[in-house]
Structure formats: structure tokens, C-alpha cells
């Protein structure tokens, strides 16, 4: 007796597990900021990032990596540190280091400054965790660099 209740206890917390996908709602990611200053080695590059949880519980955000494109090119690539409590229904803004070619951050830096408006790209990959289980998210945004993006 003892035997079946657990066999069906591991069973309902595999069938809650695989579950999770269906009762994950994708979090969304927006790029706020751009920060930028001098240091010995040259430039420090920090995205200014709102990362909003739609979901009615907690979520870990356990991992975020992503590369950022500017007019089509490549321009670096940007992770988090170490994982980040997303509580329920809510946006959390994070600092996310860039690693990048100097020539080219240069390039979009005086672009900006001088007022022109560029295109860019952000594709990457979050991996998120919940009581139930994990999900990994793609995401794409797209949209237009501008002087006022510049902290």
C-alpha cells in the first residue's frame, strides 16, 4: 500500500513537472539603457535591462545570454552574472556587461553622440526557473539605437 502511494506521488510530480511548459508565460525583455564609461582597459559597456515576470509566482532567472547587432553587424554579446529573483507579476531592471570589439563599439558610440538613430538587433536565450520546474526562452527584439538611450 505504502508502495502505490508513492509510486503515485513520483508520478503526479512528473506529470506536474513535464506540465510546466503549458503554465509558463514568457517573460519579456526590454532594453532600457545604455551605459558607458572610460576604464584603464578602454570602454565599460553596461545595458540598462527590464526584464518583466507575467506570471502569479516567483521565477529565477538562472541565466541570460544574448548578442547585440548594430546595422546588421556584429557588436558583442551580453550575460548576467548570477541568477535573479523575478517575484510575480512584476519588472525587475538589471545592469547586463557587454563584451564587445572595441572598433565597432566606438563606431555606435559616435554614431549616437552625433544624433543618428541605428538599428539594432537582440537575440538570445533566458533560462528560467519556477517550484515545478524550468523552461528556456528565446527572444528576439528589435528596434532603434537613439542619443536618449545614452546614460
Known sequence: MK???LISVIIVMMLCSSCIHFLFEKPTV?????????TLQGMEIRFGVEVTNPNGY?????????NFQVNEEGSG????????????KSAVDMEV?????????GKVVSSLVR????????EGDALVKAAL???????LKEGLLSKQLLK
Open 97 to 105: 556587461p557587454l563584451i564587445t570589439d572595441m572598433k565597432i563599439l
Open 3 to 5: 508502495t502505490a502511494r
Open 77 to 88: 554579446s551580453a550575460r548576467i552574472e548570477s541568477p535573479i529573483l523575478l517575484p510575480a
Open 115 to 122: 544624433g543618428k538613430e541605428l538599428k539594432y538587433r537582440i
Open 30 to 38: 526590454v532594453l532600457k539603457s545604455i551605459k558607458a564609461r572610460p
Open 133 to 139: 520546474g524550468e523552461k528556456n526562452f528565446h527572444f
Open 58 to 66: 516567483d521565477l529565477k532567472l538562472e541565466s541570460l545570454n544574448f
